[in-house]
């Protein structure tokens, strides 16, 4: 069976600072773009979420690629990438993405994904537990919190009211090009893949981020019960005044917060980002450097 391949065109108006370029993994042709960092840098990969493209992910992204190699990819199936011949589930994005990491030279990695990308973070960790070095699960979604469709539609209706604008100019072109029949594929994939139990396998530090205005999440406070169940390296944080979008919608605070983990450092808001939103730990495990700030 062949594979569908996309034109190898860049856009006219890039749309980032980074790079932006094409590779051929596997026979598809798949869009990227990468920071120009040094080589030895370490290497940090953003995961974007369902029917879209990394597009939405460079705002923070951009913010840390000075630090970080970075690669925001469009993985097969999405965005400006062409279509793999098996299809789409959690299991094989996943390993798109490793053999995506092949291509580039790239052996050991920091993922941080949002919405769908975190559960293809889990699945990459447990079939390549010694190439990722930590994860960074910014509003993961999937699971029976998002079941059934109707419930999934009204959720991703009430947080499109909540995001900025600006975000309909980015999602809605991906959204088209991902198409209906992706749609519910992939959502009937997402929404059966056992995201609590790989995220109970996970023995790598590990920072969740959620926003305490997204719909497609439990409350706070049930989400901070099942990182506590966890009982892995695991520091949990919440920026109020954040809907589902976080890479898009804040990506100062979301970048601030990566750093500082990245760092090992205590999460604490950071006061150069301007507005209303704010940071704060509500859960730090004992497996990592303690924070005496943090009421978790």
Known sequence: MGTTRAPRRLP??????LAERWTTVDGVD????????????????????????????????ERLADEFHTLVPDLPGFGRSGKAPHGLDI???????????????????????NSMGCPVILEFAHHYPDRIDRAVLVSPAGGAYNRPLRRAVGQLSRDGGREPPRMIRVAGPDYVRFGVPSTFKMFSALTRYPSLERLLELHIPTLVVIGDRDPL??????VKEVAVATDNHVVLVRIEGAAHAINFS?????????????ADKPIVDDPDSPGKAS??????????????????
């Open 217 to 222: 999440l439990p409350h706070p406070d049930r």
């Open 12 to 17: 006219r108006h890039p749309a980032s600072t």
């Open 279 to 296: 940071v704060y730990e509500i859960h730090r495990s004992a497996h990592v450097p303690p924070n005496p700030g943090a009421d978790g």
């Open 30 to 61: 798949v869009f990227f773009r990468e920071s120009s960092s040094p080589p030895d840098a370490p290497a940090m990969m953003h995961v974007h979420g369902f029917g879209l493209s990394g597009r939405y992910l460079l705002p923070t992204a």
């Open 91 to 113: 299991p094989d994005l996943a390993h798109e993405a490793a053999r995506f990491l092949d291509d580039r030279g790239i052996e050991k990695v920091t993922l941080v994904g």
């Open 250 to 262: 804040h990506p100062g605070e979301l970048a601030h917060a990566i750093r500082l983990f990245m």
